[in-house]
């Protein structure tokens, strides 16, 4: 077999300029005429101790933090123990965007600690407060079943009517005869509200898990809080409203409503639909980018323009924030909206992966775009491949259709091993799989090691499960981090060993065994209905 022929490198041919040499021009097609490209690399703003990644910030806002704001989480637990602890602390706002709200005791427990702050903020102010709580969710799986999202969510939309916005985001592309005909949860396959950010007042849990009780307690994921981080908390909240006034609003008897003006997702006009949700999206990522170059070209003329005091005697004054070693791009995906910054930073960090670095790439559901599927075997760096086993893959014995699930993924699992093999490249690119007794796996990201680094210096995580959905049809949402420090370096190395600790190496006879077998119809299958899970 022909070894895929590797992406040109844009900045290779010999009389290229300098900045065309930069990173930062794979992107050039993201920045629409409303955004001005920059006329020099925005890193001279910043020459001393500059990162190789500020390329992001010419496509995304650049948020520079202390790492000392940032905590890994590694258990469920602990992400559901933080979740109901940040509500009963929450004074002025609560975001959160998730895929589904389950309905069980848990799940109770989260809206009770909503109903309990509320009512709190109400009590010390008296008959009003500025406290706003805005949940974003799926509109197709937020109402499965009887008792559903919207149903728990109800008593607080008719208790605090002016404090609660409930939006329930429905996918363009579901519309019409497709819609009457397709039944619920297979609906659900169309697209999605995917992405998963929980914030309240200044603090950000960034996440792949959804608000349901097997995330809180046997279901494996990942969770990073960023602590005091009020530009980030901004941002999001402005995407979560911008995305939820392109959604349908839960009203309090229980129907939907768009907001005045706005078009409908599937009764009105698609393509202006799409256009609309695209403005409306793009102007927050632009003009929150757009601040934050302010801040920094403001931040370093002012550390440069005043010499007579030193930098410790500026920062003690509280004049200038200490030097951030951690710096934070939010990645956005929605093609549906012609919104593609995810797809592309990703498919740039995996073409930019020098020989000798290491990839650790994670999916809950391994369905790779085949543009990732010819970087990872066309690149040169080492990768580290970590993927459910059927046993804890999340379909694992669920009835009907839905119970070959796993054995589909076995399949495409097996296809691209076998390619791995045939190429030559079992060394440079392996394939782990997660297995823990009475658990599920939902972890997804990146964690990225600089060639001759026994430390992560970059890491993704989000939504994205870096499949054909993540890149096409759902809503995602991730987040770059980059970090000089080696405190929080050694925390996102923990969090890769841990999960990577928990599995096995993907070999010839791992597709011997009897979980691994898969039944003619589903290989038949799969190939069809591939770009729909």
């Known amino acids: 077999m022909r070894r895929p022929r590797r992406p040109p490198h844009p900045w290779s041919r010999p009389d290229a300029g300098l900045c065309s040499r930069s990173s930062w021009l794979l992107l050039a097609p993201l920045l629409t005429p409303a955004v001005p490209l920059l006329t020099s690399p925005p890193c001279c703003l910043c020459p001393e101790g500059a990162h190789r990644f500020q390329w992001i910030r010419n496509v995304v806002p650049e948020f520079g933090i202390s ?228 801040l920094h070209a403001e931040t370093f003329h002012s550390s440069q323009g005043d010499h007579c005091f030193s930098q410790q005697d500026l920062y003690a004054s509280g004049d200038v924030k200490p030097k951030p070693d951690t710096w934070v791009y939010p990645l956005i995906q929605m093609k549906p909206f012609g919104i593609q910054i995810d797809e592309m930073v990703t498919e740039t960090l995996l073409t930019e992966a020098e020989r000798g670095a290491r990839v650790y790439l994670t999916t809950g559901y391994f369905n790779l775009t085949q543009a ?33 699930i796993p054995a589909a993924y076995v399949y495409i699992e097996h296809q691209f091993y076998n390619e791995v093999c045939c190429l030559g490249q079992q060394e440079r690119v392996r394939l782990q799989e997660y297995f823990r007794n009475g658990w599920t796996f939902h972890a997804k990201g990146l964690w990225l090691y600089l060639a001759g680094s026994t430390l992560p210096c970059l890491t993704l995580i989000g939504s994205p499960n870096f499949g054909y959905r993540s890149v096409h049809r759902d809503l995602e949402a991730q987040v770059a981090i980059v970090t000089e420090n080696r405190d929080l370096q050694h925390q996102l190395h923990q969090e890769q060993e841990q999960l990577y600790l928990r599995s096995g190496m993907v070999s010839p006879s791992t597709f011997e065994q009897p979980s691994r077998y898969v039944k003619l119809w589903v290989k038949l299958v799969t190939p069809l209905i591939k770009n729909f899970f």
Do not use: W
């Open 67 to 294: 790492s000392s704001h940032v905590k890994v989480l590694s258990s469920p637990t602990e992400f559901y123990e933080l979740l109901k602890a940040q509500i009963k602390a929450a004074k002025q706002r609560v975001v959160m965007a998730s895929l589904y709200l389950g309905t069980g005791f848990l799940e109770q427990e989260l809206v009770d600690c909503l109903e309990e702050m509320l009512d709190g903020s109400l009590q010390a102010s008296g008959s009003s407060s500025d406290l706003r709580v805005s949940i974003l969710l799926d509109f197709t799986r937020g109402s499965r079943g009887r008792k559903n999202s919207r149903t728990m969510l109800l008593p607080l939309l008719r208790r605090f009517p002016e404090q609660v916005r409930v939006s329930l985001f429905h996918t363009p592309n579901l519309r019409g005869l497709l819609r009457l005909l397709i039944p619920e949860r297979f609906n659900e396959t169309i697209g999605l509200q995917h992405i998963k950010v929980y914030l309240f007042d200044d603090n950000v849990i960034l996440s792949g898990a959804n608000l349901s009780d097997s995330y809180f307690t046997n279901r494996q994921d990942r969770y990073i809080l960023l602590r005091d981080s009020p530009e980030i908390a901004d941002f999001f909240t402005e995407l979560v409203n911008a995305i939820g006034d392109v959604s349908l609003q839960l009203q309090e008897d229980d129907t939907v409503q768009m907001i005045e003006g706005m078009v409908h997702p599937y009764q009105g006009d698609k393509i202006t639909y799409c256009e609309m949700a695209n403005k409306r999206v793009m102007e927050v990522i632009n003009s929150a980018r757009t601040r934050q170059e302010f």
């Open 372 to 404: 990732y599927m010819d970087l990872i075997l066309g690149t040169r760096a080492e990768y580290q491949i970590l993927l459910a086993s059927p046993e804890v893959n999340g379909f694992f014995g669920a009835k009907g259709v839905a119970g070959a």
